[in-house]
């Protein structure tokens, strides 16, 4: 084996775990996500001999004999009873009524004699209606876009077109802008508190600018759960701030800080901030630091130099700054749904909802697919911005 060889397969070996990782822990759980968000094989799995005829089916004629046994045979075979609980459930979302449906057939299916024909009319007069087929026959497609319309409010009709979901049955778009609302609004502060808390630092020098960096880096040494449980202290009726604004009399009453917008957005911006600060500091140090006094030689007063010099050559850390706090602002979960109301409640706490609350990971995949489309453009941009000038030049 030559040395080229060795120093490659050396080089292979090193690297292989933090390639199992990324494979393990990113790259599978990501695909995963985007397929349960275009695939649909609950209903087909539990009844694939009724998925076959009523894939022959016109939807127009009449049920026929055919595939009522089909269903019955589906029906008599041993299933897993939360494999048939969630096609039920599938189904009874495509059209309502098929839970007293499927458990009154399945019964009456089972409790036969073997090779014994069943009248499925006879059981349940809805078998005789072509809707309850025709809603079967929509739910029995492997790939579909169904959890991808619904989570932007939207549906296929009974003739197929693509149309809006009625206001009540669904708030995913409403809560999807409302989630930008506050990623926006969140990035907006940051980036007001933190450009001068940034130009303050890098100004400094020697133990300032190092009590500066570690009021900044400190939070992040600190759980998100613990720095969220503390801002529910500190915005409460009774907490540190409302009673500081009394004791110096500025407000009589409480003010509500606390389960509205308003506190979501402080303790976001709370525990964001370092992700706005640190961008803008490291672009600020690589900043000459004769250019200032060389605009002001020139007759340019401080507010000019500011506007004409070093805001220019910030901009690239502030936009990077802001892209960094917006991509993470929105999949914020834990703050809002500690310190928010029942009206801030962002994207995220709609995913673990399905994820977890019903399972239908369907919606949970499309919703996430949402956010990590937006995310990636917003990388792609974030990693464009962050280049270094000779890259660009490049």
Same mark, same amino acid.
């Given at each position: 084996?030559?040395?080229?060889?060795?120093?490659? /397969?050396?080089?292979?070996? /090193?690297?292989?775990?933090?390639?199992?990782?990324?494979?393990?822990?990113?790259?599978?759980?990501?695909?995963?996500?985007?397929?349960?968000? +275009? %695939?649909?094989?609950?209903?087909?799995?539990?009844?694939?001999?009724?998925?076959?005829?009523?894939?022959?089916?016109? #939807?127009?004629?009449?049920?026929?004999?055919?595939?009522?046994?089909?269903?019955?045979?589906?029906?008599?075979?041993?299933?897993?009873? /939360?494999?048939?609980?969630?096609?039920?459930?599938?189904?009874?979302?495509?059209?309502?009524?098929?839970?007293?449906?499927?458990?009154?057939?399945?019964?009456?299916?089972?409790?036969?004699?073997? #090779?014994?024909?069943?009248?499925?009319?006879?059981?349940?007069?809805?078998?005789?209606?072509?809707?309850?087929?025709?809603?079967?026959?929509?739910?029995?497609?492997?790939?579909?876009?169904?959890?991808?319309?619904?989570?932007?409010?939207?549906?296929?009709?009974?003739?197929?077109?693509?149309?809006?979901?009625?206001?009540?049955?669904?708030?995913?778009?409403?809560?999807?802008?409302?989630?930008?609302?506050?990623?926006?609004?969140?990035?907006?502060?940051?980036?007001?508190?933190?450009?001068?808390?940034?130009?303050?630092?890098?100004?400094?020098?020697?133990?300032?600018?190092?009590?500066?960096?570690?009021?900044?880096? /400190?939070?992040?040494?600190?759980?998100?759960?613990?720095?969220?449980?503390?801002?529910?202290?500190?915005?409460?009726?009774?907490?540190?701030?409302?009673?500081?604004?009394?004791?110096?009399?500025?407000?009589?009453?409480?003010?509500?800080?606390?389960?509205?917008?308003?506190?979501?957005?402080?303790?976001?911006?709370? !525990?964001?901030?370092?992700?706005?600060?640190?961008?803008?500091?490291?672009?600020?140090?690589?900043?000459?630091?004769?250019?200032?006094?060389?605009?002001?030689?020139?007759?340019?007063?401080?507010?000019?130099?500011?506007?004409? +010099?070093?805001?220019?050559?910030?901009?690239?850390?502030?936009?990077? #700054?802001?892209?960094?706090?917006?991509?993470?602002?929105?999949?914020?979960?834990?703050?809002?749904?500690?310190?928010?109301?029942?009206?801030?409640?962002?994207?995220?706490?709609?995913?673990?909802?399905?994820? %977890?609350? %019903?399972?239908?990971?369907?919606?949970?995949?499309?919703?996430?697919?949402?956010?990590?489309? !937006? %995310?990636? !453009?917003?990388?792609? !941009?974030?990693?464009?911005?962050?280049?270094?000038?000779?890259? +660009?030049?490049?």
């Amino acid at each position: 084996m030559s040395s080229v060889t060795r120093a490659r /397969l050396t080089a292979l070996g /090193l690297i292989t775990p933090l390639m199992a990782f990324l494979l393990v822990f990113f790259v599978w759980p990501l695909a995963t996500m985007m397929m349960a968000s +275009v %695939t649909d094989g609950t209903v087909r799995g539990v009844l694939p001999q009724t998925a076959t005829v009523l894939a022959q089916w016109d #939807g127009v004629s009449p049920p026929n004999a055919e595939m009522s046994a089909a269903l019955v045979t589906d029906l008599r075979m041993p299933v897993d009873s /939360l494999a048939f609980g969630d096609a039920v459930r599938r189904l009874n979302s495509e059209l309502s009524g098929f839970r007293s449906l499927m458990s009154r057939t399945a019964s009456a299916a089972k409790g036969a004699t073997e #090779g014994q024909a069943l009248d499925l009319v006879a059981i349940d007069p809805r078998w005789g209606d072509a809707k309850y087929w025709l809603a079967m026959k929509r739910a029995m497609p492997l790939y579909t876009d169904r959890y991808l319309l619904a989570a932007a409010d939207l549906e296929r009709d009974a003739s197929g077109d693509v149309a809006a979901l009625d206001a009540n049955t669904s708030a995913n778009r409403q809560i999807m802008l409302r989630t930008f609302l506050i990623a926006a609004s969140v990035t907006l502060l940051c980036a007001a508190i933190g450009l001068p808390y940034a130009l303050i630092a890098a100004a400094t020098k020697g133990w300032v600018r190092a009590i500066l960096l570690i009021a900044v880096l /400190l939070p992040l040494w600190t759980s998100l759960l613990v720095r969220t449980a503390a801002w529910f202290i500190l915005l409460q009726n009774e907490g540190l701030i409302n009673d500081a604004l009394k004791t110096i009399g500025l407000i009589s009453e409480p003010l509500p800080l606390i389960f509205n917008r308003t506190g979501v957005i402080i303790a976001m911006t709370h !525990v964001l901030l370092p992700f706005m600060v640190l961008p803008i500091y490291s672009g600020l140090l690589t900043i000459p630091e004769n250019l200032m006094p060389a605009a002001a030689s020139l007759g340019a007063s401080r507010l000019k130099a500011f506007r004409y +010099v070093l805001l220019p050559l910030a901009l690239p850390g502030l936009m990077s #700054g802001s892209l960094l706090v917006f991509m993470v602002a929105l999949g914020y979960y834990i703050t809002p749904a500690l310190v928010g109301g029942a009206n801030d409640q962002m994207i995220s706490s709609v995913i673990a909802f399905f994820a %977890t609350g %019903t399972a239908n990971w369907g919606m949970a995949g499309a919703l996430g697919l949402i956010l990590l489309v !937006v %995310t990636t !453009v917003l990388y792609l !941009v974030y990693g464009r911005l962050s280049r270094s000038p000779t890259m +660009v030049a490049t």
